[in-house]
């Protein structure tokens, strides 16, 4: 699957090795650029649509069983200002996926490549890692481009877990510790869970810290994605503990 297609440079060395290539563009103008080019390649289709609004896994799931495809994988060099957004829809949708592999900003792919609790660690690096495994592949620099940017780019990919790499009792209540956590970066993490209210007082957090046998001053950006599924389990056995 190609997504934002573009001219199609990129397009064309994948209809000459996948067995099927499907672009979704939001430019109509694109569309009919495209179609004619590739008008020849009979693996070749083209869907109409806004990547963030498209249903993803109807269309994976579709092609799997009509065609018989046993593997689907998404290319892409993927526009800058929405690169967020469309990794984690792809992520978060949990779809039936080999691998993602996308050219972004230089800056956004170390972050999303980085191991928790590496220095360019944020707060999406812990999701990227729980979804998939992460390699830079190569890195591109600006003056490849016309126009060029302002800025280098790397091309990553993401080959999707089978499973998870910690147990938790709820993902998406350790990913709101995990956002709140990078909220106040600057802040140590007892600090920073405090004053979003994960924690209720400071002294709550301090006890919390101490069972999961972490440092009071300890900072988000220096913890494993373990570390924080800890203290996620540990907040839910609390409150289950006074809801009885």
């Not at 593997?71 to 929405?82: D, F, G, H, Q």
């Not at 993401?158 to 350790?174: F, I, Q």
């Not at 802040?187 to 979003?196: E, I, M, R, S």
């Not at 209210?197 to 988000?220: P, Q, T």
């Amino acid at each position: 699957m190609k997504l934002v297609p573009g001219l199609g440079i990129l397009t064309k060395q994948l209809l000459e090795k996948a067995g099927k290539v499907i672009c979704v563009e939001l430019d109509k103008k694109m569309i009919n650029i495209l179609t004619d080019r590739f008008s020849l390649y009979k693996n070749f289709e083209i869907i109409h649509g806004d990547i963030l609004q498209i249903q993803l896994n109807k269309l994976i799931k579709k092609e799997k069983e009509e065609h018989g495809y046993t593997t689907a994988k998404v290319v892409a060099n993927l526009p800058y200002y929405i690169t967020t957004p469309i990794i984690m829809k792809l992520l978060e949708e949990r779809l039936d996926l080999e691998s993602i592999t996308v050219m972004i900003q230089k800056e956004v792919a170390n972050r999303l490549i980085a191991t928790p609790g590496e220095e360019e660690t944020g707060a999406i690096t812990y999701s990227v890692y729980y979804y998939a495994t992460a390699e830079g592949i190569m890195e591109v620099s600006n003056d490849s481009f016309i126009p060029e940017p302002e800025v280098d780019s790397k091309v990553i990919k993401l080959t999707l877990r089978k499973e998870p790499p910690v147990e938790v009792k709820s993902r998406g209540v350790m990913f709101k510790i995990i956002k709140s956590a990078f909220m106040q970066r600057r802040k140590t993490l007892l600090n920073a869970l405090t004053n979003t209210k994960v924690f209720m007082s400071k002294e709550e957090g301090l006890r919390i810290l101490k069972e999961v046998h972490l440092d009071e001053n300890v900072r988000a950006e220096k913890l494993t994605l373990e570390n924080f599924a800890e203290i996620t389990n540990k907040i839910l056995i609390d409150e289950t503990k006074e809801k009885k």
